[in-house]
T-cell receptor, first 116, second 114 residues
Framework: DAGVIQSPRHEVTEMGQEVTLRCKPI?????LFWYRQTMMRGLELLIY????????DSGMPEDRFSAKMPNASFSTLKIQPSEPRDSAVYFC??????????????FGPGTRLTVL | TQLLEQSPQFLSIQEGENLTVYCNSS?????LQWYRQEPGEGPVLLVT?????EVKKLKRLTFQFGDARKDSSLHITAAQPGDTGLYLC??????????????FGKGTHLIIQP
């Protein structure tokens, strides 16, 4: 079974441009998470969805960031306009949440974003 | 949001040595997880500890959850170059579990030299 798929794997863009990151979770999983990793701040949760519904977006840094999950097999994270400080590795993870305890999250390989 | 602090931040040792890395918080966690991340890849779950005082073993890796559920440790016996990586501890963002985002420590960068 394929794991979490993210695209693109690398993105280099110029400040002010729109960036869209894509994620396909593991089939059958009902929760999807977007994280950002930097050397300074480590791995931070941005937003997560349960059954395609956003549950908590308090980690989204600014209004420039938005995320959608139109169906159970696809999610996007959009940055518009992008800024150099957005440069980081963005991870998508999915999980089958059965309730009551911490379930395993399966991470994709990440998208390395560089904003010049 | 509950915070997790990991130590040491960096550790470089020789093959065959033993080591312990730590994950501490001032908050109580319902459970904690340990992940290992290799360069260019996402974190991979190693273990979940749920009960205070719990000890779990995974080959040469021993994980312990503190009695008060505020801390955890990872002990590696006879480290091998394949153990090299970033070790992250994580807990549920809020006091609950289930459909909860994770809060991560900043990790311990471990290098095992042949």
């Amino acid at each position: 079974d394929a794991g979490v798929i993210q695209s693109p794997r690398h993105e280099v863009t110029e400040m002010g441009q729109e960036v869209t990151l894509r994620c396909k979770p593991i089939s059958g999983h009902n929760s999807l998470f977007w994280y950002r990793q930097t050397m300074m701040r480590g791995l931070e949760l941005l937003i997560y969805f349960n059954n395609n519904v956003p549950i908590d977006d308090s980690g989204m840094p600014e209004d420039r960031f938005s995320a959608k999950m139109p169906n159970a097999s696809f999610s996007t994270l959009k940055i518009q306009p992008s800024e150099p400080r957005d440069s980081a590795v963005y991870f998508c993870a999915s999980s089958l949440v059965r309730g009551g305890y911490l379930d395993t999250q399966y991470f994709g390989p990440g998208t390395r974003l560089t904003v010049l | 949001t509950q915070l997790l602090e990991q130590s040491p931040q960096f550790l470089s040792i020789q093959e065959g040595e033993n080591l312990t890395v730590y994950c501490n918080s001032s908050s109580v966690f319902s459970s904690l997880q340990w992940y290992r991340q290799e360069p260019g890849e996402g974190p991979v779950l190693l273990v979940t500890v749920v009960t205070g005082g719990e000890v779990k073993k995974l080959k040469r890796l021993t994980f312990q959850f503190g009695d008060a559920r505020k801390d955890s440790s990872l002990h590696i016996t006879a480290a091998q170059p394949g153990d090299t990586g970033l070790y992250l501890c994580a807990g549920p963002m809020y006091s609950g579990g289930g459909a909860d985002g994770l809060t991560f420590g900043k990790g311990t960068h471990l290098i095992i030299q042949p």
